[in-house]
T-cell receptor
Framework: DAGVTQSPTHLIKTRGQQVTLRCSPK?????VSWYQQALGQGPQFIFQ???????QRGNFPDRFSGHQFPNYSSELNVNALLLGDSALYLC????????????FGQGTRLTVV | QQQVKQSPQSLIVQKGGISIINCAYE??????FPWYQQFPGKGPALLIA?????SEKKEGRFTISFNKSAKQFSLHIMDSQPGDSATYFC??????????FGSGTKLNVKP
């Protein structure tokens, strides 16, 4: 079992550009959540996808959008990048059925210059 | 408004000692309280978790103590080892939806 995999692992973008991050959930999981972790802080919830729809959203602007595919994999898109978007972006997967825990990927380190 | 408050920010413990990290929450609707361990450059890894219907859960050297009336929970690491040096996050959630994380505790276990 490969667990939760994210790509790319590192990324450098320029202010104003757009970025797409990808996540493959753990086998058997159908729910994907995205978090932003700034340096030295705890992860902050961005949104959660289930059945290809955004089920919940945190306090993030519309520049942050996502998608979930039929195979449960997911993408996080960020438009009009700001310096403050520099962070570790984490994907967590879980199963919507009986109570279960969330598993995190290793994250994508995004640096905006 | 921070839903989960974590302390201390950093902790230094001698090898073999007990590490204690505390968290407090506000929302009584939270029904799942996990602790995550994170090494530099890695994603958080689930360490141990508890539901509010029990007051304590133990897994190996790791114990969660839960005080529902005080809305507090803590992580105890017994016989702390240098390999335990990492950042620890408490979290809380409702119905396994979004997790609210604490600000993290950087643990350094000295040999």
């Amino acid at each position: 079992d490969a667990g939760v995999t994210q790509s790319p692992t590192h990324l450098i973008k320029t202010r104003g550009q757009q970025v797409t991050l990808r996540c493959s959930p753990k086998s058997g999981h159908d729910t994907v959540s995205w978090y932003q972790q700034a340096l030295g802080q705890g992860p902050q919830f961005i949104f959660q996808y289930y059945e290809e729809e955004e089920r919940q959203r945190g306090n993030f602007p519309d520049r942050f959008s996502g998608h979930q595919f039929p195979n449960y994999s997911s993408e996080l898109n960020v438009n009009a990048l700001l310096l403050g978007d520099s962070a570790l972006y984490l994907c967590a997967s879980s199963w919507s059925g009986v109570v279960t825990e969330a598993f995190f990927g290793q994250g994508t380190r995004l640096t905006v210059v | 408004q921070q839903q989960v408050k974590q302390s201390p920010q950093s902790l230094i413990v001698q090898k073999g000692g007990i590490s204690i990290i505390n968290c407090a929450y506000e929302n009584t609707a939270f029904d799942y309280f996990p602790w995550y361990q994170q090494f530099p450059g890695k994603g958080p890894a689930l360490l141990i978790a508890i539901r509010p219907d029990v007051s304590e859960k133990k897994e190996g050297r790791f114990t969660i103590s839960f005080n529902k009336s005080a809305k507090q929970f803590s992580l105890h690491i017994m016989d702390s080892q240098p390999g335990d040096s990492a950042t620890y996050f408490c979290a809380a959630s409702m119905n396994f939806n979004k997790f609210y994380f604490g600000s993290g505790t950087k643990l350094n276990v000295k040999p």
